[in-house]
């Protein structure tokens, strides 16, 4: 069995900054992937911010500039590092991870973030 247990949301002011973590852990031999995605109300959940295990970023569009991945490996955690907040990147933010030699993906249960004066 896997878990991914999420951290670090919360309310922040616009233009504020908050760190997001995500720490795996159970049985499984690598992360190929983590990655961050996020649902707000009456939206679609949708990818924020993923990371290769070779390295490879991917950002919404939304985030380029603003937002920054960052993994360690030897702690199986994955990190969101979120700057210049802006009202619309209130979401519940869900770690998302996927590992070799395991179909399915697996998701955290999610942690709020609010970007609100």
């Known amino acids: 069995q896997v878990q991914l247990v999420e951290s670090g949301g919360g309310l922040v002011q616009p233009g504020g900054s908050l760190r997001l973590s995500c720490a795996a852990s159970?049985?499984?031999?690598?992360?190929?992937?983590m990655g961050w995605y996020r649902q707000a109300p009456g939206k679609q959940r949708e990818l924020v911010a993923d990371i290769t295990s070779g390295g490879t970023t991917t950002y919404a569009d939304s985030v380029k500039g603003r937002f920054t991945i960052a993994r360690d490996s030897a702690v199986n955690q994955v990190y969101l590092q979120m700057n210049s907040l802006k009202p619309e990147d209130t979401a519940v933010y869900y770690c998302?991870?996927?590992?070799?030699?395991?179909?399915?993906?697996?998701w955290g249960r999610g942690t709020q973030v609010t970007v609100s004066a």
């Open positions: 159970g049985s499984f031999v690598s992360i190929a992937a």
């Open positions: 998302n991870a996927r590992f070799v030699g395991i179909r399915n993906a697996y």
